[in-house]
């Protein structure tokens, strides 16, 4: 606007979640009652074998004993990869055990093949690229439950999924404020048995959503709220939930990280730092929290050196600054003066990858990570193609990216 | 009380001079994206990106739109927005204010996206090969100082950026005036 206050209140913004969130000791025996109220009688639950191997499905089971509700199909071959072959074939197990609702137990995998599963239940299509992209479903989705087991993803309480379609090699991106779940449940039990180098990348890309939401430019004083609770719920556990996984408050501490910090960045979005580990993930197959944690500091530097050309109303400095704060404490903020806080922060990170990398040996560069190096051009160019990149506060050009990318390695 | 009657429908009225400047723009903007994929060859390549054919639309929620179209490798305005096409890929501003807005350079075109005043049907990395395209096109038609409303960082000017304006100018209104 011709106007533009210097405020740190945006002068517009929209902030929209639906999920309703129970987290806590026993939080899974409320899944029968819940299911109720929303006139749900016979869910499916969408699950993979790592996590009936670890004993996880047996909780959920035997949450509905002495309920009226018959637990339609435990679906339990879902890949790494969430395909839609395999949403298909989901999909017609539900129609034809006469399945009312649907009960996602796991990682991003099992939650993105779940929302896909919805898609084609709910939109009644057969074929699911017809649907890919931005806004284009229309109809009212099937009740939705999301039991995460991992910390990190924030999907239990994001509108977007990522389905691949093999065949055409391609990956599928949905987005529409009709896939969010009805249901989040954070229950401890359901998060102990994640390895200590899992429970570090899936942390530090938990961490990655609340960093890029809060410096994005569709940040707002929600989102802002969600993330630096985020980010100071993992600055107090991180290293705990690593170092002794058996602990349940800690794991829980995480779990409720991971969902404030999607619950930020899926109203403030992320930038280049997802782009980048999109990118990575998608050429060289790195995890997407160890992409994450190794391009987060860069990003931040990236971010700092543009930022004057950022827009002046965007703060993008300041926000870096104040990033700090959740991240370090009020104690180790105030120590650093106030010129040097931007790179206080991405020092803080830094450190903290750092101490997770003699933990767990969790990488801290991509050469570590399984990137060759003549594969950092065509990173590159899929990095400035990245949907995410629409979210930078700065434009970012080929150049910059691949010198990013190269920084990293 | 009132009696049942007085209490009226309210039917929206036009506001002739906003939509008459939106459908201008509009217009312009997809002859732009027309010429500066003839024109640029940065251009040129992005469209290449896109599948063939494929077809783009931009313009208000349920309102007046910019259709253009790639078949057999060229970039084509759809003069006459057929009903019956279906684009692959929309960009609509969520209310006839706000096209009015960001087309008077008045709200910044990241901006409207930031804000959710605009929303994107359709596969994302195709628009952001789309957002490059008509960055191209806005540079192409409207001089710098209007074009830094519109996108993040304007690029400098060059005698091809000019040499290929005014070919732009001559192609659109030439064309438009004597067809
Ligand atoms: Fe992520």
């Known amino acids: 606007m011709f106007f533009m206050k210097d405020n740190t209140l945006p002068e517009y913004y929209e902030f929209f979640n639906s999920v309703k969130v129970i987290s806590g000791y026993k939080a899974l025996e409320n899944i029968p009652y819940e299911l109720s109220q929303l006139g749900a009688k016979k869910p499916i639950i969408i699950t993979d074998k790592g996590i009936v191997k670890a004993g996880l499905i047996k909780h959920v089971i035997k949450s509905f004993q002495g309920t009226k509700i018959t637990i339609g199909a435990v679906y339990d071959d879902t890949p790494v990869d969430s395909s839609n072959v395999v949403v298909d074939e989901i999909a017609e197990i539900y129609r034809q055990k006469g399945c009312d609702s649907i009960i996602a137990v796991g990682g991003g995998s099992a939650i993105d093949t779940a929302k896909g599963v919805n898609i ?22 099937k009740p939705f439950v999301v039991i995460p087991t991992t910390a990190g993803t924030g999907s239990e309480v994001t509108m977007a999924a990522v389905i691949a379609n093999p065949s055409k090699n391609v990956k599928m991106q949905f987005t529409s404020a009709l896939m969010l779940p009805k249901l989040a449940v954070l229950d401890p039990r359901m998060t102990l048995s994640m390895p200590a180098r899992i429970t570090a990348a899936t942390s530090m890309d938990a961490l990655t959503h609340a960093v890029e939401a809060f410096i994005g430019p569709q940040k707002n004083p929600i989102s802002d709220a969600f993330a630096t609770a985020a980010i100071e719920l993992i600055r107090d556990n991180i290293v705990d939930a690593v170092k002794h996984g058996g602990n349940a408050d800690v794991r829980l501490a995480m779990a409720n990280a991971a969902l404030l910090a999607g619950l930020a960045f899926s109203n403030s979005m992320v930038g280049i730092v997802h782009a980048a580990a999109h990118a990575t993930g998608g050429i060289c197959h790195v995890p997407h ?23 002046k109303a965007l703060h993008l400095k300041q926000n870096i600054e104040k990033v700090l704060l959740p991240l370090a404490g009020p104690e180790q903020y105030m120590k650093v003066p106030a010129r040097e806080r931007a790179q206080g922060a991405v020092k803080a990170i ?21 990137v060759i190096e003549n594969s950092l051009p065509e990173i590159a160019q899929a990095t400035i193609n990245d949907g995410a990149i629409a979210f930078s506060p700065v434009e970012v050009s080929y150049e910059e990216a691949l010198a990013l990318i190269k920084a990293a390695f | 009380m009132k009696k049942k009657k007085e209490y009226r429908e309210i039917v929206p009225s036009e506001s002739w001079f906003k939509s008459t400047l939106v459908r201008i723009t509009l217009y312009l903007l997809g002859l732009g ?18 599948p063939d054919p494929f077809t783009f639309s931009i313009g208000i929620h349920d309102g007046i739109a910019a259709t253009v179209q790639k078949k057999g490798g060229k970039m084509k305005y759809l003069r006459v927005i057929n009903e019956k096409i279906q684009a692959d890929l929309e960009l609509r501003f969520k209310n006839l204010e706000y096209t009015y807005l960001a087309m008077t350079g008045r709200m910044s075109t990241p ?69």
């Open chain 1, 289 to 311: 929290g160890v992409a994450n944690s190794i391009l987060l500091p860069h990003g931040l530097d990236l971010y700092i050196r543009k930022s004057g050309e950022a827009k």
């Open chain 2, 33 to 50: 994206i027309q010429e500066a994929c003839n024109l640029d060859p940065r251009a040129k390549k992005e469209m290449e990106k896109l």
């Open chain 1, 350 to 370: 830094r450190d903290l990858t750092a101490n997770l990398n003699k933990i767990c040996g969790l990488p801290v560069r991509l050469s570590q990570a399984g």
């Open chain 2, 111 to 179: 901006n409207l996206g930031y804000h959710f005043r605009q929303y994107i049907k359709g596969d994302l990395a195709r628009m952001m090969t789309m957002i490059r395209i008509m960055n191209i096109a806005q540079t192409l038609l409207f001089p710098n100082i209007i074009v830094r409303f519109y996108i993040k960082k304007v690029p400098r000017l060059t005698v091809r950026t000019m040499i290929n304006r005014v070919i732009a100018y001559i192609n659109i209104f030439g064309l438009s005036a004597f067809k």
């Open chain 1, 120 to 141: 084609v239940i709910s939109e009644d299509s057969d074929d699911l690229l017809k649907l890919m992209g931005n806004n284009r479903l229309t109809k009212p989705m």
